[in-house]
Nanobody
Framework: QVQLVESGGGLVQAGGSLTLSCVAV????????WGWFRQAPGKEREFLGG???????YAADSVKGRFTISRSAARNTVYLQMNSLKPEDTGVYYC?????????????WGQGTQVTVSE
């Protein structure tokens, strides 16, 4: 059974940086298209960006220029690099994957990792 295991969340000051990791356990990360989401308290889940099955990364307009998605085949890991963090970036961050397709529902989800950005 394939699992996604996230790490890297924590507390950071505004203006700081943080990198989240999502390891695919049980299958190659290269077999999936990826997405990163976050859910802030009292708000709906928000799409932040993703990486296509072929490896092209893209970010949502709301975080473009600050957040970058990448993948390491050697580490079987997908990353969300977050720079210039703001207090409104606070929330639970999730990685998600769908097998060899760039559209449709994500069938795998990480457990979530908390990111808190202080003033």
């Amino acid at each position: 059974q394939v699992q996604l295991v996230e790490s890297g969340g924590g507390l950071v000051q505004a203006g700081g940086s943080l990198t989240l990791s999502c390891v695919a356990v049980g299958r190659s990360a290269s077999d999936y298209a990826w997405g990163w989401f976050r859910q802030a308290p009292g708000k709906e889940r928000e799409f932040l960006g993703g990486q296509t099955y072929r490896g092209s990364s893209y970010a949502a307009d709301s975080v473009k220029g600050r957040f970058t998605i990448s993948r390491s085949a050697a580490r079987n890991t997908v990353y969300l690099q977050m720079n210039s963090l703001k207090p409104e970036d606070t929330g639970v961050y999730y990685c998600a994957a769908r097998f060899r397709r760039d559209s449709g529902d994500y069938e795998l989800w990480g457990q979530g990792t908390q990111v808190t950005v202080s003033e």
